[in-house]
């Protein structure tokens, strides 16, 4: 058997993988990578001693795409905030699955007390499956490129310290998150507990079809009964075509429930209009104003802003995959295609709409096609880092 075949099923296995969605090429030289820092020769003697779980775990780091950032989706976190101020029922408890090197749940963290919440209100608990990862986040330091966006860097100049390495986060924020070594496969994990927010983004997406399925069981079993899942954008649509999630009526943008069994799944729909609007405008809208308004549910306000820009500055990749969200988001499943269709035209390395067209692909059967776009994202995202 080819040894890397077997390699392959190992991490299949173990923590879900999909060796197809990172390319055999990547795996290739994390295979090497994880070889040169053990001291074995042949590739053969390697896959044997993958039998001790400190070398598998040296090979899970190897492989696992790190990618993330500070407020990625800043939606996500808008929603949080909001979700967090009508909150009534004792500690918020909040999961952030798989938490990368804690940009994710430190920014939970500061969303939260943004929206005015005290430490004892809310508990935040963390799990990533690499102990780097964990150990990384334990530091709390980060290199400029973890701030993308206007948010990000606003929350930057208030939450962070310059230091050497980088950025050191306020240190009395360290201690809002506990973080732990996971994995989500793992049956045991978090045994007991559940969460009233789970924040599961940018995993599902690597996982083989089999392991999403036992994903999607772990997350219920770990969401409360009302509990909130976020995932990333491009990840509703598999989730709403392949679960009982349904989008969350207060949020429509990216936040999920689960639909009541034996109900009716509601079609996607414009949410309502609500009452009160969002802030004004800037003179100047940006890209992240109009992410930030259909992240917050005002799809209408932003597809309106959205259309401007392409009339008043022309298409861009981000733009016409940000308005294929947004088709997609209400309903109008084939235009989003065409929208994403037209950003790859301009950016083949656009990861948005790679991303959502693979999940798209697989919604439809084609496994392949499916497979080659995810690779394509994944080379993008590791080149754009
Ligand atoms: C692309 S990052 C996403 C991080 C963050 N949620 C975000 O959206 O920015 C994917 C993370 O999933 C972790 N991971 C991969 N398989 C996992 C598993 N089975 N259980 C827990 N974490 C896993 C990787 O170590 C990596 O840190």
Not at 3 to 10: D, F, G, I, Q
Not at 27 to 32: I, N, T
Not at 90 to 105: D, F, K, M, Q, Y
Request: glycine share 6%; hydrophobic share 45%; net charge neutral.
């Amino acid at each position: 058997v080819d040894p890397l075949a077997r390699v392959e099923s190992l991490l299949a296995e173990t923590i879900g993988l999909d060796a197809s969605s990172i390319g055999r090429r990547a795996l290739e030289s994390s295979v090497r990578t994880a070889m040169q820092s053990s001291s074995v020769e042949t590739i053969d003697d390697y896959v044997a001693s993958l039998a001790r779980t400190a070398e598998l775990e040296r090979l899970i780091d190897a492989v696992a795409v790190p990618e993330s950032y500070f407020f990625r989706d800043v939606g996500s976190f808008d929603y949080l905030r909001r979700f967090a101020r009508d909150w009534r029922g004792g500690v918020l408890r909040i999961l952030s699955l798989p938490c990368a090197a804690g940009e994710e749940p430190y920014s939970i963290a500061i969303a939260l007390l943004e929206a005015g919440l005290a430490p004892p209100q809310f508990r935040i608990d963390a799990v990533d499956v690499r102990a780097s990862a964990i150990a990384a986040a334990e530091s709390a330091t980060y290199r400029p490129n973890a701030f993308r966006g206007e948010e990000a860097l606003r929350v930057r100049e208030r939450w962070f310290t310059p230091c050497a390495s980088g950025f050191a986060l306020a240190p009395h924020l360290r201690e809002t998150v506990r973080f732990r070594r996971g994995n989500l496969l793992d049956p045991l994990l978090l045994a007991g507990e559940t969460f009233d927010v789970v924040f599961c983004k940018n995993l599902l997406i690597y996982l083989h079809e089999e392991a999403r399925q036992r994903a999607l069981a772990q997350l219920e079993r770990l969401l409360a009964k009302d509990g909130r899942l976020l995932v990333a954008p491009s990840e509703m649509v598999w989730l709403q075509a392949n679960s009982g999630y349904r989008r969350a009526g207060d949020a429509p943008a990216l936040a999920l429930r689960r639909h009541p069994v034996g109900g009716q799944a509601p079609p996607p729909v414009l949410p309502p209009m609500r009452q009160a609007r969002a802030p004004v405008a800037p003179q100047e809208p940006t890209l992240d104003h109009i992410r930030n308004l259909a992240g917050s549910g005002q799809l209408h306000e932003a597809s309106a802003i959205a259309h401007d820009f392409l009339r008043t500055r022309g298409p861009s990749d981000e733009l016409l995959a940000l308005l294929g969200l947004l088709a997609y988001a209400r309903g109008d499943e084939a235009e989003g295609q065409r929208l994403m269709d037209r950003a790859l035209y301009l950016n083949p390395q656009n990861v948005e709409a790679l991303t959502f067209l693979a999940l798209a692909r697989e919604r439809d059967g084609d496994v392949e096609a499916a497979a080659r776009l995810r690779g394509r994202a994944l080379r993008a995202e590791a080149a754009n880092a």
